[in-house]
């Protein structure tokens, strides 16, 4: 009987070991595994549009202008901070909480082609971009371009973006024409080097160059007529 006793003891410490190193084992190849979050995310209550980059160590949260982004750093697993400001978190592969905003993947094609009619916000000016150049597309008779078409100094289909070149993804380099006034009349035009940027949903871009005269920098957001 004794003998019966100590074989199970012996039986069950041995499992035990089995148990254990198994356990550890598993443990040991155990294989953490990332959500690939790359791509473009909604809002669910700002209903914009903000683009991820680098997922899934350290990733980059573009603004919806893509005038800036957040560098973000992982904290753990599918979980990553923005310099303290707030958390970015894996819910699914389609959907995430950005400071406890909900995000849904986009599930559906965005038209990111600058070929298009596009109208300029504060004052109606209309452009059409084709290939490497825009022109003028209308003119509001209110506008100082209007002037400058009664001038004779610009016809109404002139061009207004030059050199148009790719430079990242929603980037492009380009001239774009400026006017001079002088004692507060438009008198004189000119070229600028700018750059082009679209929104993360393609319905917005934002043109900024600099003045030839003064170097002073304007910022320009039109949005596509269609």
Avoid at 12 to 41: P, Q, R
Avoid at 68 to 88: A, D, P, Q, R
Avoid at 121 to 126: A, K, L, Q, T
Avoid at 171 to 180: A, N
Wanted: aromatic share 12%; with cysteine; charged share 20%.
């Amino acid at each position: 009987m004794k003998r019966l006793s100590k074989c199970i003891t012996n039986l069950l410490s041995l499992a035990i070991i089995l148990f254990t190193m198994i356990f550890y084992s598993c443990k040991k190849d155990e294989v953490v595994t990332y959500i690939d979050i790359s791509g473009l995310w909604k809002s669910v209550s700002l209903n914009t549009v903000s683009r991820i980059e680098n997922s899934p160590k350290a990733i980059l949260f573009y603004s919806p202008d893509n005038s800036g982004y957040l560098y973000c750093s992982e904290v753990s697993t599918n979980k990553y901070s923005f310099g303290g400001m707030g958390y970015i978190e894996v819910i699914n592969k389609n959907q995430i909480k950005v400071s406890g905003e909900i995000y849904n993947k986009v599930d559906y094609t965005i038209n990111t082609s600058l070929d298009d009619y596009w109208i300029r916000d504060d004052d109606g000016i209309e452009i059409h971009i084709s290939g490497v150049s825009g022109v003028f597309s209308n003119i509001p008779s209110s506008t100082a371009w209007s002037i400058m078409v009664d001038e004779g100094l610009i016809s109404s289909n002139s061009f207004k973006l030059k050199a148009i070149s790719t430079l990242f993804e929603y980037q492009w380099s380009c001239q774009e024409l400026w006017w001079h006034e002088t004692n507060g009349y438009p008198d004189e035009v000119d070229w600028a080097k700018g750059t082009i940027t679209m929104s993360n949903d393609g319905k917005s871009i934002c043109i900024k160059s600099t003045n030839p005269w003064d170097y002073t920098t304007l910022t320009s957001i039109y949005h596509r007529k269609s």
